[in-house]
Each structure stands twice: as C-alpha cells, then as structure tokens.
C-alpha cells in the first residue's frame, strides 16, 4: 500500500475555530506544522466557497488569536505561535492604506500654507506703503536703554573706591580689614575638595599640580585630570597661581602687624595705620585676580592670537570663549583699559547710590567690599552675593535705583 510521505511526516492534527466580523464560523483542521499562510488561504477559501481567484486576497486578510489578541505572522507555523486544540481565530481583512493624494489635492494644501506663511519684507512695504512715514531713530532709542551689568562694573569700581575710604576712616580699620582677608582665605573658592584630590593623586598626579589643577577646573576631577595631562610638559606647570607667590611674603608674622614691626613714633601712627590698610587692599586684589580659563586660553591661542590678547578677551567677556572669539575678531571694544573706569561720581544715578541710607550702611561693611571687588573680577559670582544676607540687601538697591532711573 502507498502512503504520502506528507501523511508519515505530518503533525498533531488539531481543530481550530475559525471566526469573521459578519458573524461566520466554523473548523479548520490543520496539522502543527502548517503555517499560518496556509492556514489562512483555506479559511478564505472556505469563506468564498471556492478557489481564490484574486492572489492578492491572502495578503489583504490577517488571523488574529482570540484569547491573545496577538496578530498571527504569515511565516511561522501553528505550532510556532503557540496555537492549542480547540483555540478560536478571527479572519479579519485588513485596512487598505490611504491613497495617495490628488494633484489637486496637493496643490489646495500648498496653497493654504502659502497663505498662512508669514509676509515677507515685499509684503510688508507694500501694504504699508500708504501709511504716514515717522522719522524715528530706533538705534539711538536702543543705545539709551543701557545695559545693568555693563554699568554694575563701572559702579563697583567708583564704589570701591568709596568703601575704602570710609572704611579707613574706622579706628578698627586695620583689624576690621584682617578679618576680612581671613574670610578670603576661607573662601570656597580657595578651598580643595579632599575626595577629588585623593582621586588625582591616586591615579600618580603630584599633589601640588593636583591642587592647581583642581582649582583652575573648579573642583572637576575629569577637568582636572584633562588639564594634568595637557600641561605634563608644560614649564610652568608648577608655577603657583596668581597671587599665592606673594601671599605669604605679603602677610606679617602671626599676631604682629605691618606697623608693628617698624615701631612708629606718634607722629607717623597714621602713616603707618595707613600703609598697612593699603598693603592689605593689595593682597584682597591679589587673592581675587582675574583667573583665565585655561582650555580657552588654548582654544584660542591655538587660532593664532597672542596669549595676552587671549587673556584680555577673556577677562572683557567674562572667560566665554565664543564672546572672547568675537572680540578678538571684532573692533575689540571695551578695551581691558575701559573695565578699571569708574561711573562718573557727578552723575544722577551714582548720586542717588550714594544716598540710599541701605547703601550707606553696606559701605561700611569690609565684607560689601569683598563682595565689590569679587564681582568685578567674577561677575558670574554675582548671584552668590545677591543671595547674601549681607550684601544681598546693598546690591538689590543698586539695581532698583538704576532701573528707575534708567526708566526715566
């Protein structure tokens, strides 16, 4: 007797039941081996009572599995798809895609965004063409508007100056003063991160370079440990930082002051009251000095500019590479020269600084004074101070009385 190789090899037979959205129903029996292809191509003939004369009809219909809701793939086979004995599958047609739009169509939508687009300068000067024309200088109504943090610094600059001499004035001057350059050498600035130095060293970094280096990168140990490796043959990268050279040749021995150590007669106390008051405002300067940022001093000095034309542009705007680049290309104004000019003392809005009783009282203060000379080398410090319970009060009326008056 011949028996089909099909029928040996063949599977579990199982009865599937077979359902369609108008509510037909009946069972297939199909081995676990048969794909769902072929199960679909009898279910619809089946459902057409016949041979599928349209080979397209397969791929517009879908099997869905009731209990799953999952959508059968044509390649796999029953058992593939976990399909069990007595499992109920929909037949379902699928959606026809969109057909694509007219010519028509598309023109009317081209055309509605044409009209929905903005004028352009035609547009404009030929609906306003006959309006009354307005001689209206706009660029000198823009310039009058000035800018506060452009102003600040001349004002921080003419108040320094002030402070200095009120706080001279202090028979406390000097120890006032002390305290004042203490604060500095607390400074968060100033300070190191232990667990960042640790991690530097650790990797074979000298300390020392590893204070420097973490100090110029605030505090990052990945920057930190870029610029180590970009400055290992570099001469100077030993070199202590501005300011830290002469701090400790600047300050006196503990407990023994400038005026001190030279024994003054009556006659020159003041003198010598005097030039200890200017020899600490040298080492508060000193301790806030203009700090580069030394990737881009590199960027820059790298596009062939002078290193101390890097270093002023830098200063002008702020350490921002971008606003530094554009400076240096352009007409390179403020010039380095124009940051240590003052407002001058004559005008409305330094006048009206000066009165302000909050003001007044802040001046008096060495820690304003800090605040003052921090942020004209820092200005991105400024909103540190602002928040300041100290000098957070004397810097909100500076902005209020210039508002005001720059309103009017």
């Known amino acids: 007797m011949f028996v089909q190789e099909e029928k040996i090899f063949a599977g579990k037979v199982l ?40 080979p397209k009809t397969v791929t517009h219909h879908k099997l869905i599995h009731a209990a799953s809701e999952r959508v059968l793939a044509d390649t796999k086979t029953v058992v593939e798809e976990n399909i069990k004995d007595k499992d109920v599958l929909l037949l379902i047609k699928k959606r026809p895609p969109p057909p694509p739009p007219k010519m028509t169509e598309v023109s009317t939508e ?54 200095q001499k009120l706080l001279a004035l202090n028979p406390d001057a000097v120890e006032l003063f ?67 050279e002469t701090a400790g040749a600047a300050a006196p021995p503990a407990g023994t002051s400038i005026a001190t150590a030279r024994a003054p007669s009556e006659s020159n106390a003041e003198d010598s009251k005097q030039d200890e008051l200017t020899e600490i405002f040298k080492r508060i300067r000193r301790k806030r000095e203009f700090r580069p940022d030394s990737r881009a001093v590199i960027a820059l000095m790298e596009m062939g500019f002078d290193e101390k034309e890097v270093i002023d542009a830098l200063r002008v705007n702020n350490n921002q590479q971008d606003a530094a680049c554009d400076w ?70 500076i902005s209020r009385i210039f508002q005001t008056l720059n309103r009017t």
Request: negative net charge.
């Open 328 to 397: 240096l290309l352009g007409d390179r104004k403020p010039s380095p020269e124009d940051l240590d000019k003052g407002i001058d003392t004559n005008s409305p809005l330094f006048q009206a600084i000066l009165e302000n009783p909050v003001v007044q009282l802040g001046l008096t203060n060495p820690k304003t004074l800090l605040a003052f000379e921090d942020m004209l080398e820092n200005p991105l410090n400024s909103t540190q101070w602002m928040n300041d319970p100290e000098t957070g009060p004397v810097m909100l009326q």
């Open 178 to 244: 002390k305290k004042a350059n203490a604060m500095l050498d607390e400074d968060e600035e100033d300070r190191v991160d232990e667990m960042a130095l640790q991690q530097l060293t650790e990797m074979g970094f000298p300390e020392s370079r590893a204070v420097k280096a973490l100090r110029l990168n605030h505090m990052s140990v990945t920057q930190a440990m870029e610029w180590l490796i970009e400055h290992v043959d570099d001469p100077t990268v030993d070199a202590p930082l501005p300011g830290q």
């Open 110 to 163: 081209e055309k509605k965004k044409q009209e929905q687009k903005a004028p352009d300068k035609d547009a404009i000067l030929k609906a306003t063409a006959n309006l009354p024309v307005r001689h209206s200088d706009r660029t000198v109504a823009q310039h009058n508007i000035r800018d506060f943090q452009t102003e600040l610094r001349k004002i921080l600059v003419s108040l320094i100056e002030v402070a």
């Open 15 to 54: 009865k599937i039941h077979i359902c369609t959205m108008e509510g037909a129903e009946w069972l297939e029996e199909v081995t676990e081996d048969t794909t769902i292809e072929k199960l679909k191509e009898k279910c619809l003939k089946h459902y057409v009572h016949g041979s599928l004369e349209d």
